[in-house]
């Protein structure tokens, strides 16, 4: 498929510079992927469209400040750690040279390796904690370039859930949730269990191959707790049949529903997921309004269809909806068409 296939105009206005709050207050927009039906609700009314027994999956990892800048200004964008290396980006690249020695503020490090597109290989001759220890220290929270400035409370930019800390973007589907939502879900019957993918930079970055499937997603690593298997076990023997109201595996955010279908337990994935996938774990998933040409708008597609998705955008865009990762969600699953006729 093309990747122009994939393209769409947004209003720069639509794309929201900070959360709603409440963080439930958001708008959601409901999808059904069988039909394409759309119903128009707010987050907090995402209740009437779980049924007792489903399962929601969200993601725990943690965004931390791994914007640095060293002392003459270049700006190095910690990604992950590799071997007792980190991988990075450097801005700009063409003023570092392998071996290289820069400086930030009281620490210093050398630039072990630098590739064409624009990462080095940095060694802090520390552990991977210290690295992070020292990024909360004098680092950035590493916000989207869509967003103008850094958050005053820097709460914003997490999820309510947040615990393990090696995310350089969050994982904002799970921005609607509250701390009340999530106990009203769970007295209705709703299930909660965990995952964790630490996000990588290359998620958020547009598809840059003229066919979608000579794209090579940039890995990220995940782990799957054995209690989250087990539940995710339990909830696929409570489905019903077909055309009844059945427990479901909901993936709260794309990377949630990476992490389910690459089917390991602890590693790192590249999974990309296009048109023509067959999803094995998960029903329905909660994420939020992508980017154009992106690899999420094309997981989205997969699990709703091009068509559907991109309707659904349109509608979104006319009524004004708000974008992005502190914008508006949406629910994409199978409804039965009763609810549609509220």
């Known amino acids: 498929m093309k990747t122009a296939d994939f393209d769409y105009k947004l209003p720069p206005e639509l794309i929201a510079q900070s959360p709603v709050r409440p963080r439930d207050h958001s708008r959601l927009l409901i999808l059904d992927k069988t039909t394409g039906q759309m119903k128009h609700k707010k987050f907090y ?17 943690k965004v931390f400040k791994a914007r640095l800048h060293t002392t003459d200004g270049i700006e190095i964008f910690l990604l992950r750690p590799e071997k007792n290396y980190w991988y990075a980006l450097a801005k700009p690249a063409k003023k570092l040279n392998s071996g290289q020695t820069i ?12 590739r064409a597109d624009g990462t080095v290989l940095i060694d802090f001759n520390l552990p991977p904690d210290q690295v992070v220890a020292l990024a909360e220290r004098i680092g950035q929270v590493p916000i989207p370039p869509y967003i103008n400035r850094i958050p005053n409370d820097e709460r914003d930019y997490q999820t309510i859930y947040a ?45 840059k191959t003229d066919e979608i499937e000579e794209h090579v997603m940039h890995e990220e690593w995940i782990e799957i707790p054995e209690e989250t298997s087990r539940a995710i076990q339990e909830t696929k023997r409570a489905c019903l049949p077909a055309g009844r109201r059945g427990a479901r595996v909901i ?17 790192f994935t590249n999974i990309f997921i296009a048109p023509g996938y067959k999803f094995k774990m998960i029903d329905a998933l909660i994420t939020n309004f992508h980017l154009p040409k992106s690899s999420l708008l094309v997981l989205v597609s997969a699990l709703a269809g ?7 955008y349109a509608q979104a865009i006319k009524l004004g909806y708000r974008f992005y990762s502190f914008g508006d969600a949406m629910f994409i699953a199978s409804h039965p068409s009763k609810i549609f006729s509220i």
């Not at 400086?103 to 390796?113: G, K, N, S």
């Not at 701390?179 to 598809?207: C, N």
């Open 103 to 114: 400086t930030f503020a009281d620490q210093t490090a050398a630039v072990i390796e630098k």
């Open 251 to 267: 993936a709260v955010g794309t990377t949630s529903a990476r992490a389910l279908e690459s089917g390991i337990q602890r590693g």
């Open 306 to 312: 091009r068509e559907n998705i991109l309707r659904a």
């Open 45 to 61: 009314e995402i209740d009437e469209f779980l049924n007792p027994g489903d399962l929601l999956v969200v993601n725990e990892s």
């Open 163 to 207: 615990k393990n800390v090696g995310s350089v973007a969050a994982p904002t589907a799970g921005f609607h949730f509250t701390p009340e939502l999530m106990e009203k879900l769970k007295a209705r019957g709703i299930k909660f269990a965990t995952i964790t993918l630490h996000v990588g930079l290359g998620t958020f970055r547009p598809i």
